[in-house]
């Protein structure tokens, strides 16, 4: 079993930056990949980024590409989103995924555990 708890969320303007952050206990954090995704009101759920269990891969959603970086340190159990160039449509409830596979994936069904989600809304 895993436990993700995602922080750092709150509101700021267009243009803006926020860091996220994912913790995680249970088992070992390492053997995850690692994933974040986020679902903007009366929206379907959707890929954000995703980052290898070593943190050598990543891969982005083309919406957030140049503007959000995912990184990890398993020292820490944690992963981490840095946004940056914050736009009014990037609001929504950001979601921490985990999966126990070598290879990061786009689809939230092949995830094996969540967080409860943290909020992030940006005003225009």
């Known amino acids: 079993q895993v436990q993700l708890v995602e922080s750092g969320g709150g509101l700021v303007q267009a243009g803006g930056s926020l860091r996220l952050s994912c913790a995680a206990s249970?088992?070992?954090?390492?053997?995850?990949?690692m994933g974040w995704f986020r679902q903007a009101p009366g929206k379907e759920r959707e890929f954000v980024a995703a980052?290898?269990?070593?943190?050598?891969?990543?891969n982005y959603a083309d919406s957030v590409k140049g503007r959000f970086t995912i990184s990890r340190d398993n020292a820490k159990n944690t992963v981490y989103l840095q946004m940056n160039s914050l736009k009014p449509e990037d609001t929504a409830v950001y979601y921490c995924?985990?999966?126990?596979?070598?290879?990061?994936?786009?689809?939230?069904?092949?995830?094996?555990?969540w967080g409860q989600g943290t909020q992030v809304t940006v005003s225009s």
């Open positions: 995924a985990a999966r126990f596979a070598l290879n990061w994936d786009v689809r939230g069904y092949e995830y094996d555990y």
């Open positions: 249970g088992r070992t954090f390492r053997s995850y990949v």
């Open positions: 980052i290898s269990w070593s943190g050598g891969s990543t």
